[in-house]
């Protein structure tokens, strides 16, 4: 079965400071889907990023980054340079390639980023 | 703006009543998913639907239900309403309903049962 944990519940930093999100998944299949959803204050979910199992490049996106590592099952989120705005809950979320699209979410890391 | 229109915002019922949240997807998206997320559950996939037919089922109590209609936009039925079934209910798009494909989620519909 499939499973995604976010062992960090809530992470506070000061603005400019650059922070990391971990995300460790669980999955059998040799196929599987990695996302990165962003959750503000205002409620709605903000798709981020896709990663396919075939890809361990390391992507950046302006102040965001990603670091997919399979020998860890680790697909971790850093925000460089954070600012207030990116106070948000973020969601890792996983989908296999066997068992239809459902995304399985994990937890959720609650980020306040403080002035 | 996701595209994903999700209707009403908010609800707020009583216990036994029974509802019905819209969703109009992103336009082109023929597969429409919904989800709950509560405190206590976090975010669970209810169904899925492609093209009118139902694709795929998770963890989704008797008493709701959901369709897909023919110009794709998609309901969901909550009926029997208990207290425990305050949460946000999600609706998300995709272009095919593949597992590659990133869902894009509405606004969501918040529902609080007294």
């Known amino acids: 079965a499939q499973k995604v944990t976010q062992a960090q519940t809530e992470i506070s930093v000061v603005e400019k400071e650059d922070v990391t999100l971990d995300c460790v998944y669980e999955?059998?299949?040799?196929?599987?889907?990695l996302f990165w959803y962003k959750q503000p204050p205002s409620g709605e979910l903000v798709f981020l990023i896709r990663r396919n199992s075939f890809d361990e490049q390391n992507e950046i996106s302006g102040r965001y980054s990603w670091n997919f590592q399979k020998s860890t099952s680790s697909f971790n989120f850093t925000i460089t340079a954070s600012q207030v705005v990116d106070s948000a809950v973020y969601f890792c979320?996983?989908?296999?390639?066997?068992?239809?699209?459902?995304?399985?979410f994990g937890e959720g890391t609650q980020l306040t980023v403080n002035p | 703006d996701s595209g994903v229109t999700q209707t009403p915002k908010h609800l707020i019922t009583a216990t036994g009543q029974r509802v019905t949240l819209r969703c109009s997807p992103r336009s082109g998206d023929l597969s429409v998913y919904w989800y709950q997320q509560s405190l206590d559950q976090g975010l669970q996939f209810l169904i899925q639907y492609y093209n009118g037919e139902e694709r795929a089922k998770g963890n989704i109590l008797e008493r709701f239900s959901a369709q897909q209609f023919p110009d794709l936009h998609s309901e969901l039925n909550l009926s029997s309403l208990e207290l425990g079934d305050s949460a946000l209910y999600f609706c998300?798009?995709?272009?095919?309903?593949?597992?590659?494909?990133?869902?894009?989620f509405g606004d969501g519909t918040r529902l609080s049962i007294l």
């Open positions: 999955t059998r299949d040799t196929t599987y889907y």
């Open positions: 979320a996983l989908s296999e390639g066997t068992s239809g699209s459902r995304l399985t």
């Open positions: 998300a798009s995709s272009v095919e309903g593949a597992s590659n494909q990133p869902q894009h």
